[in-house]
């Protein structure tokens, strides 16, 4: 269930690093989650940018300690390793996103699922740097036997998890980078900065305005990262997408998507190129674009209205890609140049 999250959105906008000059959009970016995130900003009077980028390095670096799976010694690593199955205390944060993620099982019937770890590695597309190959039908019954997020407990107050059993293994890839966005935001609007733009890897946010307009993102087609399909109107909302196209394998002509679901073990064979989603909370769009991904497009568009979500699906056709959306959706679409 692992995502790409490099190209899937291509951010619309010009921006000013300069500290000096008022009514400019101000830019951070740097590495982080081992993509790239970039911050947008406005500002009426001088600013001390390097302060603000010292600021936001330190809270991404705390959140991949806490949530990655690349990190040996991240809180979540920890956890992965232990064999413990009594409650084990962990930080406010990490206790939070899981129970988010919980949540969000729930919600989608099990096709979130943050204990599908064993097979995204048994798959070859996780952090144990293994090569990509067909397991055999007996490897993934056995990855399959402690994967289902029932497995895993959390209360919040105070913040601790279980696990059911010991060789339980938990990836938060699929919901990490949308709560980093969500952070960085929270971060920007208590300095003083309610305008601004977070993107990590695909994943963002936008709250308010860019000089009294609608920040404007794109989402790209999946086969050319650099051409857009269409362009958003943001205010006050988060955007995710999930898709297929850039983080696969091929082996005797058939391709095997990195997204892997919890319910067969395997890479999703449906015809979903990509789904973009766009909601309040950037974690909780990261989470559900994934599910969406994992249904494909017949049930995610009737899991999305059913639930009134604003979706919209690129669908693999036999000569080309269709697109469907929900009826909310549609006006997010900002029409002509």
Known sequence: ??????????????SSCTTQIKDVVHSVSGETMGTTFTVKFTSQSPINLEEIESDIDILLKRVNQQMSTYIPNSE???????????WIS????????INSAQNISELTNGMFDITVGPLVNLWGFGPEDK???????????????????????VQLNPPAIKKEHPDVYCDLSAIAKGFGVDKVSDYLIDKGFPNHLVEIGGELKANGTKFNKSWIVGISVPTQAVTIQEKIKLNNSSMATSGDYWNYFEENGVRYSHTISPLTGKPITHNLASVTI?????????????????????????FANDNELN???????????????????????KKGK
């Open 90 to 97: 962990v930080s406010d944060d990490l206790a939070f996103v």
């Open 1 to 14: 269930m692992k995502k790409l999250f490099l190209f899937f959105t291509i951010l619309l906008f010009i």
């Open 131 to 153: 090569p990509h190959t067909i397991p055999s039908e007996k490897d993934i019954e056995k990855a399959k036997r402690f994967v289902g997020y029932k497995n895993i407990s």
């Open 76 to 86: 979540l690593s920890r956890f992965n390793k232990s064999t413990d199955t009594t």
């Open 311 to 333: 979706v919209y699906l690129i669908v693999k056709g036999k000569e080309y890609f269709e697109t469907l959306q929900t009826q909310g959706f549609e006006k997010l679409i």
């Open 278 to 302: 766009v909601t309040n909370s950037c974690m909780e769009a990261d989470a559900i674009a994934t599910a969406i991904d994992v249904m494909g497009a017949a049930d995610g568009l009737k």
